[in-house]
C-alpha cells in the first residue's frame, strides 16, 4: 500500500455534497436595500452571477459571485463570493480578500456599513 491507495477521488456519482451558500431571495432583497442606501456614499451598481441557473429573486439558486462597481471606477471594485457558510469580500482590482463574513449581509457591510445589523436576544 502506498499514499495513493487512501486518495479517492470524487466522482459525479459520488454522494458528496459540497457546501456551499446559496443566493436566497432573502438575499437579493437586502442586496437592493444595500445598493439603495450605499448610492450616496459613492456605490452604483451590482451584479450576481450564477454557475447555471438565471438569478431570480424568487428562488435560491447558486452563486459564482456579486460584483460591486463604485462611481470612481469603470471596472468592478469588490467581489462577494460564497467560500463554505461564509462570504469572503475581495478586493476585485487587487485580487485582494479583506475578509470572510458569516452572512451575505456582513459581507456588504463590510464594503459601506449601511445595513441594520442583526440584533440578537440575550
Not at 479517492?8 to 451558500?21: E, H, K, W
Not at 442606501?37 to 447558486?62: C, F, I, K, L, R
Not at 463604485?70 to 476585485?92: C, N, T
Request: proline share 10%; aromatic share 8%.
Amino acid at each position: 500500500m502506498d499514499e495513493n491507495d487512501f486518495v479517492q477521488p470524487c466522482s459525479p456519482g459520488d454522494n458528496v455534497i459540497p457546501l456551499r451558500a446559496l443566493f436566497l431571495p432573502r438575499h437579493h432583497e437586502s442586496l437592493v436595500r444595500w445598493l439603495a442606501a450605499s448610492a450616496p456614499m459613492g456605490v452604483s451598481d451590482a451584479e450576481v452571477a450564477t454557475g447555471s441557473a438565471p438569478a431570480s429573486a424568487v428562488a435560491a439558486h447558486p452563486v459564482e459571485h456579486v460584483l460591486v462597481w463604485v462611481r470612481e471606477s469603470a471596472d468592478p471594485a469588490y467581489m462577494i463570493r460564497p467560500l463554505g457558510l461564509r462570504w469572503a469580500v475581495i478586493d476585485h482590482q487587487r485580487n485582494y480578500e479583506l475578509g470572510r463574513h458569516s452572512s451575505f449581509e456582513a459581507a456588504l457591510n463590510a464594503i459601506r456599513p449601511v445595513l441594520p445589523r442583526p440584533v440578537f436576544a440575550a
